[in-house]
C-alpha cells in the first residue's frame, strides 16, 4: 500500500515538474457556448446511474443530441470516498458498475460526460471536495474518461480563487485528456477579468431558482436568482465573452413549473445572451410546450452563431426591453422582452434601433440605409421586410412575461 502511495505521488510531482509555470486551458472545446444537460435542477442529490443512462437515451430519442445538445453532466453527490492512495471513487450504491462505464455508454451514443468537484475540502452537498487533490482528482477524471468538470466554490476558506481554479486548470491540462472546464464562484472574484486563459466558462451570478423574478433568499445568507435577476446581473458583462469564453448566468429551467412564456422568454434570453444552454428538466417526461422551445433550432442558432458575440440590452422603452445581437454574415436577432405581468401594445419603428455595437463588434444596424427581411423565430413565419421610413412599421403585442425575438437578414 506504501509503495502504490509513493508510486501516485511521485506521479503527481513529474506530471508538475512537465507543466510549463503556467499552462493554458485545452483549447477548441468551447468555440460556441456549450450545450448539455445537468442533474442539479431536477434531482439535485438523487441521482443514479440508471437515471443518467435513461436521461442519455432520452436525449437521443428526442433529438436533443442531434440539435447540439451532447454533454451529460453528473453535479454533486456522485461521490463516494477516496481510496487508500487517495483516488476519488463513484458511491457504490448510486453508481455500482463505476464511472467509466457510465462514459463509456454515454460515448456510444455520442455524448459526452461531465462531472463535479470543489475547489473546497468539501463540496456544496458534504462530499470530498478536490483541495490537496487537484492532480490525482485530474487524473481519474482522464482514466475514467470525463469530458467536463464543473469546479465549485463551497468551503474554501482561506483559499485563493484565481490560484484555485489556475490548478485545476493546470491538473486537467497535464492529465492528457481534454475537458472542458466550467468555473462556478458565482462572479464573488469577477472572475471575466481574469479567466479567459483558465477555463471555458465562468459563472455571473448566484445559483438560479425556477422563478421568473424574484429572490429567494435563506436563512444561512445567500439568495438564489429567478431569471430576470440572472439577465440583469449577466447583462453588463458582455465585453467578456467571445469565442473559447463565455459568461454563465447559470443553467435552465424550462420545464421544471415556470409558465410557457416564461420558459419561451428564458430560453430566448439565454441564447441571445450567448450563454451556455444546459437543461435542468426531466428529458424523459417533458411536456410537447418544453420540447418545441428547447428544440427550436432557429433560437439555438443564435445562441450558436460563429460571430461569437453576446446580445447588446440596448434599451428600455414602455416597460419593454429591446436586446440586440449581430450574426455573422451582417444578420442581427432582435427580441422584444416582456419582463412585466401585463400585455404590451407597442408601435415599431425601425429608425429607433439605428445603432453601432461600439463596445464589441462595431457593426451597425443602419436600418436608416439597409432593408432587412424579418423572420419571427417563434412562429417560425417571415413577416415581410424592415423599412428606411421614419415612421411605425407594424404594431405588436408582446405577452406578459414573453418575447417576440426576429432574425434579420440582408
Request: contains cysteine.
Amino acid at each position: 500500500m506504501r509503495q502504490l502511495r509513493f508510486v501516485a505521488v511521485v506521479g503527481c510531482m513529474l506530471a508538475l515538474m512537465a507543466m510549463p509555470a503556467k499552462a493554458q486551458k485545452w483549447e477548441h472545446l468551447a468555440d460556441t457556448p456549450q450545450m448539455g444537460w445537468s442533474t442539479w435542477n431536477k434531482f439535485q442529490g438523487n441521482i443514479s446511474e440508471d437515471i443518467v443512462k435513461g436521461i442519455a437515451d432520452a436525449m437521443v430519442e428526442s433529438g436533443l443530441r442531434d440539435a447540439g445538445y451532447t454533454y451529460i453532466n453528473i453535479d454533486d453527490c456522485w461521490h463516494g470516498q477516496r481510496d487508500g492512495n487517495g483516488f476519488i471513487q463513484t458511491d457504490p450504491v448510486k453508481f455500482p458498475n463505476g464511472m467509466r462505464s457510465v462514459a463509456e455508454y454515454l460515448h456510444a451514443k455520442g455524448l459526452k460526460l461531465g462531472i463535479y468537484s470543489d475547489a473546497g475540502t468539501n463540496t456544496c452537498g458534504g462530499m470530498p471536495g478536490s483541495l490537496g487533490h487537484e492532480y490525482q482528482d485530474a487524473i481519474q477524471y482522464a482514466r475514467w474518461g470525463v469530458d467536463y468538470l464543473k469546479y465549485d466554490w463551497c468551503n474554501t476558506t482561506n483559499i485563493n480563487p484565481r490560484g484555485a481554479y489556475q490548478l485545476i486548470s493546470d491538473a486537467l491540462r497535464s492529465a492528457g485528456r481534454p475537458i472542458f472546464l466550467s468555473m462556478c464562484e458565482w462572479g464573488n472574484s469577477k472572475p471575466w477579468k481574469w479567466a479567459r486563459e483558465v477555463g471555458h466558462s465562468w459563472r455571473t451570478t448566484p445559483d438560479i431558482w425556477c422563478n421568473f423574478d424574484s429572490l429567494r433568499v435563506f436563512e444561512a445568507g445567500y439568495s438564489q436568482f429567478g431569471v430576470m435577476q440572472c439577465i440583469a446581473f449577466n447583462d453588463s458583462l458582455r465585453q467578456y465573452a467571445g469565442k473559447g469564453h463565455w459568461n454563465d448566468p447559470d443553467m435552465l429551467e424550462v420545464g421544471n413549473g415556470m409558465t410557457e412564456n416564461e420558459d419561451r422568454a428564458h430560453f430566448t434570453m439565454w441564447c441571445m445572451m450567448a450563454s451556455p444552454l444546459i437543461l435542468g428538466n426531466d428529458l424523459r417526461a417533458m411536456s410537447e410546450a418544453t420540447r418545441n422551445i428547447i428544440m427550436n433550432k432557429e433560437m439555438i442558432a443564435i445562441d450558436q452563431d460563429t460571430l461569437c458575440v453576446q446580445g447588446l440590452h440596448y434599451c428600455d422603452r414602455d416597460g419593454l426591453q429591446f436586446w440586440f445581437k449581430p450574426l455573422a454574415g451582417g444578420d442581427w436577432a432582435f427580441t422584444i422582452l416582456n419582463p412585466t405581468r401585463h400585455d404590451i401594445d407597442f408601435a415599431l419603428n425601425w429608425q429607433d434601433f439605428n445603432l453601432t455595437d461600439k463596445a464589441v463588434s462595431g457593426l451597425s444596424t443602419d436600418f436608416d440605409t439597409k432593408v432587412y427581411k424579418v423572420y419571427n423565430l417563434w412562429t417560425h413565419k417571415p413577416e415581410g421586410k424592415t423599412t428606411t421610413k421614419n415612421k411605425p412599421d407594424r404594431k405588436l403585442t408582446v405577452k406578459s412575461r414573453d418575447v417576440i425575438s426576429y432574425r434579420l437578414s440582408l
